[in-house]
């Protein structure tokens, strides 16, 4: 078709194409949902930094080939099968210093990016797409950080990003996984606009209509989708911010957990649920997650990409990420058995060690500012 290059064949997990001044990322992996393989986040890293540097694109547009799903995570499987095999594989080194590269990147991208967050947005997703400058949720889209419900812990810079959300809602949505929906997504921030699944492809249409140049490329998206999208205030709202600041306010999941079975006592039945939902994930990734909010606080956008990587590495080497892994992805069971099983059995030190890496023959490579 005239005006448009394909840059890789339709086989490829990642397709990309230019289009009149815009480049096309298209996930292409739907029977695993889009889940990220180290090939997918080497060829968008890769093909973002070509991007950057030529003249001829303008603006950077992500999206799916799928209607279910626009990207589910990262390919944690893929990186469990690695470790079992081999408990020095570099895979696992490889594929969350790319994918956490290829996520600082959008962040600090010099082009605007615009992102179609139809479908499952959940984890190593929302590393793809929240650093974007324009990034659009449909009726369809689940917003979600879920690794919690493999032993694992929120990475790709959730402890940045969620600790910019309104109160305790970040450190909840941390903790338990919970899934989102259109208002709350808007609302905490984790996109910007709204808009009718039917009606994506009149903004991939009005796109790939138009020449983009640097000089009008901000202003012309926004006012085409303002003109089409809805406004957050008119979306439905579920999460409880009220009980969530009340219940999450503490500094301890031993204090949070007494505090929701207080509640639950008392007839609260949004704290009885929650507090159910927190006492089936890892005590492990439970106070790890919390470390690492409260650490997050402190840290740059950098900075805390450099403390996910270490961390991790460092849940590799766990019995709970294996058993996370066995009984959500591979037996699909979903009954894990969480080593330890109580917060009891847990020290500071322990805690502590999950943050410190020998990184022997080299350095964490974000504690060095060009390392893009």
């Not at 996109?191 to 009606?199: E, T």
Request: charged share 25%; with cysteine.
């Amino acid at each position: 078709m005239e005006g448009i290059v394909y840059i890789m064949m339709a086989e490829n997990e990642v397709l990309f194409e230019e289009n009149h001044g815009a480049g096309w990322v298209i996930l292409n992996r739907p029977k695993a949902l889009n889940a990220l393989s180290l090939q997918m986040v080497k060829d968008i890293y890769n093909q973002l930094m070509v991007w950057a540097h030529n003249e001829s694109i303008s603006l950077v547009c992500v999206k799916s080939q799928s209607e279910k799903s626009f990207c589910s995570g990262g390919d944690v499987r893929a990186i469990y099968e690695s470790v079992k095999l081999n408990s020095d594989s570099m895979v696992p080194k490889e594929y969350f210093t790319t994918e956490y590269k290829m996520d600082l990147l959008i962040h600090e991208y010099n082009k605007p990016v615009i992102v179609f967050m139809d479908g499952i947005v959940m984890g190593g997703g929302v590393g793809l797409s929240v650093g974007a400058r324009f990034r659009v949720i449909t009726e369809r889209t689940k917003w979600a950080m879920p690794e919690m419900n493999i032993g694992f812990f929120p990475d790709v810079g959730a402890n940045y990003f969620l600790n910019q959300m309104p109160g305790r809602i970040g450190l909840y949505l941390a903790l338990t996984a919970k899934i989102i929906l259109k208002g709350d997504i808007l609302s905490t921030d984790m996109a910007d606009y709204y808009l009718d699944s039917s009606r994506l492809m009149e903004v991939e249409e009005f796109i790939k209509a138009h020449v983009w140049k640097p000089e009008n490329v901000e202003e012309k998206l926004v006012e085409f989708l303002e003109s089409i999208c809805v406004r957050s205030h008119e979306l439905p709202h579920n999460l409880n911010v009220e009980k969530i600041n009340q219940y999450f306010q503490y500094e301890t999941i031993e204090q949070i957990i007494n505090s929701l079975d207080e509640g639950a006592s008392n007839g609260d039945d949004w704290a009885l649920e929650t507090k159910n939902t927190l006492l089936k994930k890892s005590p492990t990734s439970l106070k790890v997650t919390l470390e690492l909010m409260k650490r997050g606080k402190r840290k740059t956008l950098r900075e805390s990409f450099a403390m996910d990587t270490e961390v991790a590495l460092n849940f590799l080497h766990t019995k709970d990420f294996f058993e996370g892994v066995r009984a959500v992805l591979v037996d699909k069971n979903h009954m894990p058995k969480w080593n330890p099983d109580s917060f009891n059995e847990i020290s500071d030190e322990s805690i502590d060690q999950f943050f410190q890496v020998d990184w022997k023959n080299g350095c964490n490579p974000f504690n060095s500012p060009n390392d893009n």
